[in-house]
């Protein structure tokens, strides 16, 4: 078996959509785009879940929804099927995960297996159940203070200096929170995507109608975004992707000064993303399966295995990296690969894809009834009183649901 690192970046609540390696014409990820530019950008990368919890559960276990259990309906992820850190550990890896999600700990029962996992508190905010490490931060600047994503890599960083010997290998796992809403990146981002004419007090008096209240309040039919407010919430929306990416070049650069890059497997992926306007009244994450939410990047640098510059647009889903790590280390016993669903994509990269389809699901919402309910009791939630299943092809996409509102 190969003794490769492994390193999984999440960028939770990345979209594809605004991804400069994926075809948008701002430039928001430079140092993602370098990475591509080396190894394989998978172009339709679909996940299982829509959110946090059962995206997460997916990607560890590489099973789809039904399977491991894990949603809206049932916040936890049982012990029934093992994960990748408990595999990879198994194989003789350290693993190691650090996170700015409470969804993505142990409480969750995600972070099962993991040798080592700190819960990272927000800039100026206060985590609970927290395994804490200490870290010796850069000097902030004030207009890179942001929501955890900076301390986070300095932690990552900092582990390896301080743990990692360069004889056995590690798995490190990096949950960083943005771009998840409400938008509100650090400068110099903000300022680079946001439109001339918008000033710094006209973004912030709308910067918060990303948080779970507005939301609700746009499901509900109580709020109406105009359309330059919501010009302004996608700007900032950038402004966060450019954020994480200079993240990610930190650490990209890092591990090249260290002499490890080459010898790690570096994944950058999301667990779902965000739906901005294009579906009235659909907003933000849960509820529904369309592209805006359910397709998102997918990049894998390893140039010992992979090739340089491939993209390939075949489909794939997150569920399917677990097996694909597995092929990539060369691991041979069928018992790792019992309990896994998602079929490994290197025969995609050779135009030979094991997937003809992608699967998503959405489990009975009762987490977004009680939220609802609690700021709107009077509100008649049965039009949200659906589960849902959507198959995706490179040419279509049907979306199954169970109150008859099927779409194709």
């Known amino acids: 078996m190969d003794r490769t690192n492994v390193l999984i970046f999440l960028m939770d ?5 605004n991804v400069s390696c994926y075809g948008y014409p701002k430039k928001t990820t430079p140092n993602i785009d370098l990475i591509a530019s080396e190894g394989v950008i998978f172009y339709n990368n679909i996940i299982p879940g829509v959110w946090t919890l059962p995206s997460h559960a997916s990607l560890f276990t590489g099973r789809y929804v039904s399977s491991h259990g894990a949603d809206a309906h049932h916040e936890f992820l049982q012990d029934e099927f093992p994960t990748m850190a408990e595999i990879l550990g198994e194989l003789g890896y350290r693993t190691v995960g ?9 409480a969750s029962g995600i972070a099962r297996g993991f040798d080592e996992y700190y819960l990272i508190s927000r800039d100026g905010g206060k985590a609970q159940k927290v395994e804490w490490f200490y870290v010796e931060e850069e000097a902030l600047r004030g207009e890179e203070r942001d929501r955890g994503s900076l301390k986070t890599i300095n932690a ?10 360069g004889k056995q290998p590690f798995f490190i796992f990096i949950n960083v929170i943005e771009p998840h809403g409400p938008y509100w990146p650090p ?73 490890l890059l080459d010898d790690t497997i570096f994944i950058v992926t999301s667990d779902h993303g965000d739906v901005q306007d294009e579906h009235p009244p659909h907003v933000e994450h849960h509820l529904c399966a369309y592209d805006e939410l359910i397709r998102v990047p997918l990049i ?49 990269i050779d135009d030979e894809p094991r997937r003809g389809f992608a699967f998503t699901e959405y489990m009975k919402p009762l987490q977004q009834f009680f939220l609802m309910w609690s700021r ?16 995706r092809t490179l040419k279509y996409k049907y979306i199954w649901y169970s109150n008859g509102a099927d779409e194709l």
């Open 376 to 391: 709107h009791p009077d509100f008649d939630i049965r039009s949200y009183n659906y589960m849902l299943k959507a198959l």
């Open 13 to 17: 609540t990345q979209r594809a959509g």
């Open 187 to 259: 400068e110099p981002f903000r300022s680079k995507f946001l439109p001339s004419d918008v000033s710094e007090d006209e973004a912030k008096s709308i910067s918060p109608l990303k948080s779970v209240e507005e939301c609700i309040d746009i499901r509900v039919g109580r709020l109406d975004l105009a359309p330059r407010k919501w010009s302004i919430q996608k700007a900032l929306y950038d402004g966060c992707t450019a954020a994480v990416d200079d993240r990610i070049g930190r650490l990209r650069e890092y591990l090249e000064n260290k002499g």
């Open 300 to 348: 894998m640098r390893y140039p010992k295995a992979l090739p340089k510059g491939r993209i390939v647009k075949w489909i794939t889903q997150t569920l399917d990296i677990f097996p694909t790590i597995l092929d990539i280390l060369n691991v041979k016993d069928e018992e790792y690969r019992r309990t896994i669903q998602g079929y490994s994509i290197l025969p995609a």
């Open 156 to 165: 990552a960083m900092s582990w390896i200096e301080r743990k990692y010997d």
């Open 98 to 106: 650090f996170s700015n999600n409470g969804w993505v700990s142990r």
